[in-house]
C-alpha cells in the first residue's frame, strides 16, 4: 500500500467505472460492442459521419436511451470524495456518459466529449441536449440550417485542443495516477498512465481483468470498480 505523502492526483477512467451503474463497456469480458453487424468502431466513426449520419444518430440515440436510466454509483461518488480531500487534483474521463459530473466531480475533462451534446457539422455550433429525451433534439443548426452529430470523438478524429494537452501537464506532474475500469487500448488518452509513471507518479490500476497496463503499475488492484475504488479512497485519505 501507499506510504508517502501525495499532494497531487490525477485519476483516468473509462467504460469500466460506469459498468455497475448499468452502462456496457466497449470490449472486455471477452466482447466487444456490435450495433446492427457494425462492430463500435465503425458506426462511431467519422466514415460515418460523413456516410451515414443517420445511422450514427440510431446508435447514440440508443445509448442515450440506455443512459435515461443510470445512476452514478459508488466508484464515480468515491472519487468526489477524493477530489474535495486533495488540493491538487484532476479526473480525465473517456467516457461520455456524463455520470462523473452527475456524481458531482468538478475539476474534469471528458477528453471523449458528451453524449448528451450535439455540434453543426459545418458552423460547429454546439447544443446541449436534455438526457432523458430520445431522439435527439435539434436534428439541425439553427445557425446555418445544417446537420447536427454528436459532439463526441469518434473514431478517425483528434481530440479536442487543449483539453489534452492539460491532462499530459498534470499527469507529468502528480505523484499518484489511478486508472480505473478502462482497457488502456485507445490513444492517446492510454499514454496518461505511462507518462505518469515515466515521471515518477506511484501508479495503481482497477480492473476485474489484466490489461496491458498492468505490468507498470505499483498496484493493481483486481475487482469492479464500485467495490475497490471506495475503499480505496477511504485508505488513501485516512
Ligand atoms: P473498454 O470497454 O475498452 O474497457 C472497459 C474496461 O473496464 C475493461 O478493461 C474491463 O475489464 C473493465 N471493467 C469492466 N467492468 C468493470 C468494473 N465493474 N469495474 C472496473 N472495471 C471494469 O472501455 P474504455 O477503455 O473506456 O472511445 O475504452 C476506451 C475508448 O474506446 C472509449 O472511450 C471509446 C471506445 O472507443 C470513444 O468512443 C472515442
Not at 36 to 60: C, H, Q, R, T, Y
Not at 95 to 119: F, K, Q
Not at 135 to 144: A, L, T
Request: net charge negative.
Amino acid at each position: 500500500m501507499i506510504n508517502f505523502d501525495f499532494d497531487s492526483v490525477c485519476v483516468l477512467s473509462g467504460a469500466g467505472i460506469s459498468a455497475e451503474s448499468g452502462v456496457p463497456t466497449f470490449r472486455g469480458g471477452g466482447k466487444s460492442a456490435v450495433w446492427k453487424g457494425m462492430p463500435f468502431d465503425e458506426i462511431s466513426s467519422a466514415k460515418m459521419v460523413k456516410e451515414n449520419l443517420d445511422e450514427v444518430w440510431e446508435w447514440f440515440d440508443y445509448r442515450r436511451g440506455v443512459l435515461k436510466e443510470c445512476e452514478p454509483n459508488k466508484a464515480h461518488k468515491a472519487l468526489v470524495k477524493l477530489e474535495k480531500t486533495v488540493d491538487d487534483f484532476l479526473l480525465v474521463t473517456q467516457n461520455v456518459d456524463g455520470l462523473h459530473t452527475r456524481a458531482g466531480s468538478e475539476n474534469i475533462i471528458e477528453v471523449h466529449g458528451n453524449i448528451n451534446r450535439s455540434r453543426c457539422v459545418v458552423c460547429r455550433k454546439r447544443f446541449q441536449m436534455q438526457s432523458h429525451h430520445v431522439p435527439h433534439d435539434p436534428s439541425k443548426c439553427d445557425e446555418c440550417g445544417n446537420k447536427v452529430r454528436p459532439d463526441v470523438v469518434l473514431f478517425g478524429e483528434m481530440l479536442p485542443s487543449g483539453a489534452y494537452e492539460r491532462a499530459v501537464e498534470k499527469a507529468s506532474g502528480c505523484n499518484l495516477f489511478i486508472v480505473v475500469g478502462t482497457s488502456a487500448l485507445v490513444y492517446p488518452a492510454a499514454i496518461l498512465p505511462e507518462v505518469a509513471k515515466r515521471n515518477g507518479a506511484y501508479l495503481i490500476e482497477v480492473n476485474p481483468e489484466e490489461t496491458p497496463l498492468t505490468a507498470y503499475c505499483d498496484e493493481s488492484l483486481r475487482g469492479k470498480a464500485g467495490e475497490i475504488v471506495p475503499d480505496l479512497v477511504s485508505n488513501l485519505i485516512a
